[in-house]
């Protein structure tokens, strides 16, 4: 008689526990479904209207004397890559609910480190990237903007040599810096 006691003692503690186990999965599903369907946070840290469905964003074009003649089209499409993959945005080519124009406006090595004998450590490679934003659902957002950022190399090194690796580091910086100042409102 007592094994039968515990069997139903055990089978009741299985009961509570499924049932709490279920409380939980709706609760979660719920608490999901609500966070993500409306639209304005996402687990990206972008706050994007709802309204907003779509961006667009042209081609960057390098106004800068010395940038290689491939920077232009791979940063246009790391910006692009950026908002496929962290926004649930369509990207179209024109008139996009949020819009991105602009171009490379500096590329530039100057020494940054001097030593005592005059002569530089260090070298900094610069990369300057004007921005216009356009938020056609929310003007208040829209902005034009100069974005900066830099690498500095070792001066023993031979630019060509490290120059796409630069680049890459450079332009992963600046194209999140334009995501934040975008859609991202901390």
Do not use: H
């Amino acid at each position: 008689m007592k094994e039968k006691g515990k069997k139903k003692k055990v089978s009741g503690v299985v009961a509570v526990f499924q049932l709490s186990t279920l409380r939980f999965l709706f609760f979660s599903f719920f608490l999901f479904s609500t966070l993500s369907g409306c639209g304005v946070y996402s687990f990206t840290g972008a706050s994007i209207s709802p309204e907003v469905r779509s961006v667009s964003i042209d081609f960057f074009p390098s106004y800068a004397a010395l940038a290689p003649a491939n920077m232009p089209q791979n940063f246009t499409e790391s910006l692009r890559s950026l908002f496929v993959s962290r926004t649930n945005l369509d990207l179209i080519t024109k008139n996009g609910d949020i819009r991105f124009q602009g171009y490379i406006s500096n590329y530039q090595t100057r020494p940054v480190a001097i030593q005592g004998n005059q002569t530089a450590a260090k070298n900094r490679l610069t990369i300057d990237v004007n921005v216009t934003f356009t938020n056609t659902k929310d003007d208040a957002k829209s902005f034009e903007k100069t974005f900066s950022r830099f690498a500095d190399f070792d001066a023993t090194q031979n630019l060509s040599s490290v120059e796409q690796g630069l680049i890459e580091e450079i332009n992963e910086l600046l194209i999140l810096d334009i995501f934040n100042e975008a859609v991202v409102n901390w």
